[in-house]
């Protein structure tokens, strides 16, 4: 997954949720200096056991485009794809401005 140009990650989601494994995932895929480095910010609210509300992964790149994705119908797959596309354009920009 091509992590450079997000900017940051904001989720919201219930851990012991099934519909919001997608976004567990997502959350493990990213790699572990990304934080460190302060090239992403990633924000993470943890809603309680008993809620109802669907899980909201929100994505930001550093050409300002946000993406909301939903990762009960995505998928870890889809959510990817979604990243990765907009990731290689973002990479094409950059080297044909190099």
């Known amino acids: 997954m091509l992590t ?7 989720t919201k989601f ?4 099934a519909a ?9 895929n ?7 480095n ?4 990633v924000t993470t609210s943890l809603l309680p056991r008993t809620s109802t ?12 485009k946000e993406m909301s994705l939903d990762g009960e119908k995505l ?3 889809g959510i990817v794809e979604e990243c990765d596309r907009h990731s290689r354009t973002l990479q094409k920009q950059a080297d044909l401005n190099e």
């Open 4 to 10: 450079r140009f997000i900017t940051e990650v904001n």
């Open 14 to 17: 219930n851990p012991f949720s």
């Open 20 to 28: 919001s494994r997608s976004t567990r995932l997502f959350l493990a």
């Open 30 to 36: 990213l790699p572990a200096n990304a934080r460190a």
């Open 38 to 41: 302060g090239a992403m910010k």
């Open 53 to 64: 509300e669907p899980p909201m992964l929100l994505i930001k790149f550093k050409d300002g």
């Open 75 to 77: 998928g870890i797959k």
